[in-house]
């Protein structure tokens, strides 16, 4: 029986590599990735040779299920950050340890941990919520939101992210809310405002990269 490593990659900055997940991914006999053009950049810059096979949302896990019950060792990536938070990759491990395969996590960078290490707040506690859903139960997730006294942090899409913040001030009233985008990248920014504030930012200014955003409870 082989080994499933959950190999955290960088959310932007490919230096954000931990030795040990290098040393992983070039002993794997496979990689498995959402979208191996993505995962090729990383692989490139680190002289990382291993063979990849396509994992994501609409694949079937068996093919890998059977590598890995056959002896060989499986390194499971997403495009960035952590598998298995908000992505695909929660069915394969899942499935992977009811098979009796051993599961090893190699940490490192995930978009939810750096934005709030990086917001100046207090996150002893929080929720952690990903993507809202675009319609259906969007409306009655928010109402139970309102009932939170801990920060609150969803990721959202640029193109999406006006409209949740219409949203947060409709429902939750005009927030404190820490918005973190284009993490570890050059256009870095994280800051904190008013959903008011930050809708008029934002309508003005087309944004850009994947969003992190922290509703701040109500004072």
């Given at each position: 029986?082989?080994?499933?490593?959950i190999?955290?990659?960088?959310i932007?900055?490919?230096?954000?590599?931990t030795?040990?997940a290098?040393?992983?991914?070039?002993?794997?006999?496979?990689?498995?990735?959402?979208?191996?053009?993505?995962?090729?950049?990383?692989?490139?810059?680190?002289?990382?040779?291993?063979?990849?096979?396509?994992?994501?949302?609409?694949?079937?896990?068996?093919?890998?299920?059977?590598?890995?019950?056959?002896?060989?060792?499986?390194a499971?990536?997403?495009?960035?950050?952590?598998?298995?938070?908000?992505?695909?990759?929660?069915?394969?491990?899942?499935?992977?340890?009811?098979?009796?395969?051993?599961?090893?996590?190699?940490?490192?960078?995930?978009?939810?941990?750096?934005?709030?290490?990086?917001?100046?707040?207090?996150?002893?506690?929080?929720?952690?919520?990903?993507?809202l859903?675009?319609?259906?139960?969007?409306?009655?997730?928010?109402?139970?939101?309102?009932?939170l006294?801990?920060?609150?942090?969803?990721?959202?899409?640029?193109?999406?992210?006006?409209?949740?913040?219409?949203?947060?001030?409709?429902?939750l009233?005009?927030?404190?809310?820490?918005?973190?985008?284009?993490?570890?990248?050059?256009f870095?920014?994280?800051?904190?405002?008013?959903?008011?504030?930050?809708?008029?930012?934002?309508?003005?200014?087309?944004?850009?990269?994947?969003?992190?955003l922290?509703?701040?409870?109500?004072?």
């Amino acid at each position: 029986m082989g080994t499933l490593y959950i190999v955290a990659t960088p959310i932007g900055n490919l230096e954000d590599m931990t030795l040990r997940a290098i040393r992983v991914l070039k002993e794997a006999n496979a990689i498995a990735c959402e979208d191996s053009r993505v995962t090729r950049t990383l692989l490139n810059k680190y002289a990382i040779t291993t063979p990849t096979v396509i994992y994501h949302q609409h694949s079937a896990s068996g093919a890998i299920l059977k590598r890995l019950e056959r002896g060989d060792d499986i390194a499971l990536v997403t495009d960035a950050g952590t598998p298995g938070i908000q992505d695909p990759g929660g069915r394969l491990v899942r499935e992977a340890i009811s098979a009796g395969v051993k599961v090893v996590p190699i940490p490192g960078a995930s978009a939810l941990t750096v934005a709030l290490s990086a917001a100046g707040i207090n996150a002893d506690a929080f929720y952690f919520l990903g993507f809202l859903p675009k319609k259906q139960g969007r409306q009655t997730l928010f109402s139970e939101m309102a009932g939170l006294d801990v920060p609150i942090v969803i990721y959202e899409s640029p193109m999406r992210v006006v409209k949740t913040l219409k949203d947060i001030e409709q429902y939750l009233g005009n927030r404190q809310v820490v918005v973190a985008r284009e993490l570890t990248k050059k256009f870095e920014e994280i800051k904190q405002g008013s959903a008011t504030e930050l809708i008029d930012k934002f309508s003005r200014q087309k944004p850009k990269g994947e969003f992190v955003l922290i509703i701040l409870p109500a004072i």
